[in-house]
């Protein structure tokens, strides 16, 4: 690899970068990171911070875990690739479906189709649930329905059931057949409802009249986030979910859960549907799979979905769908790896806790920083969404939120900064003293804007 002269120089003009506009790349370069070890990264100044973003939602084990890179370099060895196509499989793709079938099966999971990431898992969610529906002789049902603030990832199926528009609009005309329905979402809602149960059943209502207005048979699936993450880590009351799933249930419309964050302990439990005591259709997957050491996904199919595909005698039941790196035999080492280490240090019941102490911290910050509007918050994801004004909750400007985070960063915490959301994602192995450290520099940077 070259001198570090030269990646500093380099940075921001041969590469554009995701979510951000590439002439603020060139002209305000991002920060190079270098190096990890446990929950810190280091950059290329030598600079060694604590990862409050943890990659991006999904180092859930932190930088230095030996079985996955074990893993990795053994496969190397053993079969870089071979194709999941059919004809062919490999034996760490077989084994990791077993073993997330396995893991997923409370939440009624049966299968595993495997992708490379997030966005890949929706896709594929979203045309199994439309290949679902015309094996059943009900080719009609092809529509969908999304909350307002969800993300779905970027492909053009996921980026139209996505519903922030900064997501979109670039990008119309997206797919048609979509429909966005208002997010259980306190802070902010067309409701101005307040109390989150009542919000959940005003939320559920806008649900069921969309259902009356469409037609409900013609949707193929509803999808959501058992907690929203991208959106600004949106936390519905634990009632929203169930009553999704009866009137899902009512018109006998498909429930996809984007575990994709919620997905392996995040929320303090193994997934976000069985948080809320909910057994989705179809569940997405990637992120914590392999916590970041391998680009890897999965779309898991609930029993339902995947005995219509197994009886089916029609011509519609072949999956004419898949990636070269459908279940690539190193990712699927790395996920076996990944999953071990997970379970045997029960990041969840970790997420469990620790997300207590920084709910604490948090509403700490809120009562001290009046440019916090609301902090929200559900194990190991949270966000504080900073706003210029509370009575108008107008929302914080860049100008804000740069100058928290970089002064968050020189008290040595990496937070991560979406519009006027900071968005804290550690990973799942942090200690207490991790979370007052970023309490301590979210305190530091937020004294700076006050
Ligand atoms: N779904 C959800 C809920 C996500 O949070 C993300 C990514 N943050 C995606 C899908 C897309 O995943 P990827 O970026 O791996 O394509």
Request: with cysteine; charged share 25%; hydrophobic share 40%.
């Amino acid at each position: 690899m070259r001198d570090s002269n030269f990646l500093i120089e380099q940075n921001g003009k041969p590469i554009w970068h995701p979510m951000a506009h590439p002439a603020e790349m060139r002209k305000a370069p991002p920060r190079v990171i270098m190096k990890g070890e446990g929950t810190h990264i280091t950059d290329i100044e030598g600079r060694t911070v604590l990862d409050a973003v943890g990659g991006l939602w999904n180092v859930n084990l932190g930088y230095s875990c030996d079985p996955i890179k074990r893993a990795i370099a053994e496969q190397l060895d053993a079969l870089p690739y071979y194709s999941g196509f059919r004809g062919t499989s490999t034996g760490p793709s077989i084994e990791l479906a077993y073993e997330l079938v396995e893991f997923f099966a409370p939440d009624g999971m049966a299968r595993a189709f495997f992708t490379s990431g997030g966005s890949d898992s929706v896709e594929t969610a979203l045309r199994l649930a439309r290949q679902y529906w015309k094996i059943r002789g009900q080719g009609d049902r092809t529509k969908f329905i999304a909350l307002k603030k969800g993300y779905h990832g970027t492909h053009f199926g996921g980026a139209s059931v996505n519903g922030n528009a900064n997501f979109r609009r670039n990008y119309e005309p997206l797919m048609p057949g979509v429909f966005h329905v208002p997010a259980p979402y306190t802070y902010r809602n067309p409701f101005d409802e307040t109390d989150p149960e009542r919000l959940a059943r005003l939320c559920a209502k806008a649900l069921e009249d969309e259902i009356a207005f469409q037609g409900g048979d013609t949707i193929a699936a509803f999808i959501m986030e058992p907690v929203m993450g991208a959106g600004g880590v949106i936390v519905p009351h634990e009632s929203f979910m169930r009553l999704v799933r009866e009137i899902c249930d009512r018109h006998e419309i498909l429930l996809i859960a984007d575990e994709v964050v919620t997905g392996f302990g995040r929320a303090g439990a193994w997934s976000g549907s069985r948080l809320h005591g909910v057994k989705p259709d179809m569940m997405t997957i990637a992120k914590a799979v392999t916590c970041g050491y391998f680009p890897l996904g999965a779309a898991m199919i609930g029993e339902k979905v995947a005995d219509v595909f197994e009886a089916d005698k029609t011509s519609f039941g072949s999956i004419g769908h898949g990636y070269t790196y459908s279940g690539h035999p190193v990712g699927c080492a790395a996920g076996l790896a990944a999953l071990a280490e997970t379970r045997r240090l029960k990041v969840d019941e970790n997420a469990a806790a620790r997300g207590l102490e920084l709910a604490d911290m948090l509403e700490g910050l809120k009562r001290k920083h009046a440019v916090i509007g609301d902090v929200r918050y559900k194990g190991l994801m949270a966000a504080l969404e900073l706003v210029s004004d509370r009575e108008t909750k107008k929302p914080a400007d860049k100008a804000i939120m740069g100058k928290v985070s970089d002064a968050a960063y020189d008290a040595g915490v990496m937070l991560r900064v979406s519009g006027s959301n900071i968005i804290l994602s550690p990973p799942l192995v942090l200690s207490a003293r991790d979370i007052r450290k970023i309490g301590e520099a979210l305190d530091t940077g937020l004294r700076c804007v006050g």
